[in-house]
């Protein structure tokens, strides 16, 4: 036998080099797996950012750079407060089940990050930097949650 023939594939094997480039190093994993492993990760670091936030606003209105009236909304900084806090922990409760591979978590994950960029324009004017930064993440998470995964099927 020569160099350039091939031995047949007998039956129970399986020709790697016809399954094409996926079955290289990889198994049958599904390659969005590590973003939707970061998607929850975020989403939980997220979740404990804006907890934190929310209890700043809650302790020490004083530390943002305006008052409450300066807001787009006119909302307390008591009342932003106890936004923060329930959005935190909600979000914190998703990132969870995203990491346990729950499609609730998903679909609950995009739906809060999505009302995470909303609040945190609308609270902008108290901390820019911050508000931006949160808000790209949430964005990130939102990408990463919708990706395609077909391991995701458990309820």
Known sequence: ??????????????????EGPRSYGSDDKDDWGGWITFAGIMMILLGAIQIVEGLVALLRPDYYLVGSEGLVVSLS?????????????LVLAAGSGVLAGKTWGRVVGVVLAGLSVLINLAFIA?????????????IAVIAALCSNNSRWTTA
């Open 77 to 89: 900084f008591t009342g932003w407060g106890w936004v923060h806090l329930l959005l935190g922990i």
């Open 126 to 138: 108290a901390y820019p930097m911050w508000a931006i930064i949160v808000i790209a993440v949430d």
């Open 1 to 18: 036998m020569t160099n350039t023939e091939r031995t047949p594939i007998q039956p129970g094997m399986t020709d790697r080099y016809m």
